[in-house]
């Protein structure tokens, strides 16, 4: 089953001439009827227009759209949530730097913040440290780059070592938090994240972290969340 949100087709006809199109994070659809029968028009910047032809109902058109575009953002949404989440950082940063890095570095922290404000400990000392040094990481300050500078193969193996329990006691938060779907709330997450590509691509703020433009949509989580009795 599909996490990936359905396409929004916008009708765009004219008189008797059929015309619908949907916007996708990689990929552009238009539907026509030429007369004869329904074609789909399907566009990326990274290649020339192309089309597929002989539909008989612009149903069917719809259909085929929606099975090209599972294909083609499979590489963004597998099953597997952490492939699925590595995935995405390798598309938008392919190549990643010290600067990258310092900026993923102060997100982290930053939602390690929100988790204790979500928990009411807003005032304490600990939030506000955690705040002041993800902005530091966000900003990239002399300070944090050379930290990072300066790390060695034995704090390498020990950042994984801690991401890596995170990952894991992050899942035991929700799951004995109680009520929570947590693989749909991880997909939900994810399928937010996608919303953030532009034809594939990504956009950037002058620190590097990416962008949310106009198709961006936030997270849903409630459907994945019971509320207590």
């Known amino acids: 089953m599909s996490n990936l949100q359905p396409l929004p087709w916008k009708d765009l006809s004219q008189g008797e001439v059929r015309c619908v199109r949907a916007d996708s994070p990689i990929y552009d659809y238009a539907i026509v009827n030429d007369g004869k029968a329904f074609k789909v028009g399907y566009y990326n910047p990274q290649s020339p227009i192309k089309y597929a032809t ?3 109902t612009i149903d069917d058109a719809k259909t085929w759209c929606w099975n090209h575009y ?12 952490i492939t699925d989440i590595a995935n995405w950082f390798k598309a938008a ?8 890095l310092c900026v993923q570095i102060g997100c982290h922290l930053e939602e390690v913040a929100e988790l204790l404000e979500a928990l009411g400990l807003k005032d304490y000392d600990t939030h506000e440290q ?9 900003n990239k300050s002399k ?12 704090q390498h193996i020990a950042i994984v070592d801690a991401c ?17 779907d947590v693989l749909g ?12 590509m532009v034809k594939g691509k990504f956009q950037y703020d002058e620190n590097g972290k990416i962008a949310k433009p106009e198709s961006y949509s936030k997270p849903d989580l409630t459907p994945f969340v019971k509320q207590g009795e």
């Open 54 to 56: 002989g539909f008989a």
């Open 70 to 81: 599972n294909e083609k953002m499979q590489p963004y949404v597998n099953a597997d949530s």
């Open 93 to 100: 940063k392919p190549e990643p730097t010290i600067d990258d």
């Open 130 to 138: 955690l705040t002041i040094d993800a902005d530091h990481f966000k």
């Open 143 to 154: 300070w944090a780059l050379m930290k990072l500078t300066k790390l060695n193969y034995e």
């Open 164 to 180: 890596c329990d995170i990952n894991v006691t992050s899942v035991g938060v929700m799951q004995l938090l109680g009520g929570v």
């Open 185 to 196: 709330a991880q997909r939900e997450v994810i399928r937010s994240n996608n919303s953030k």
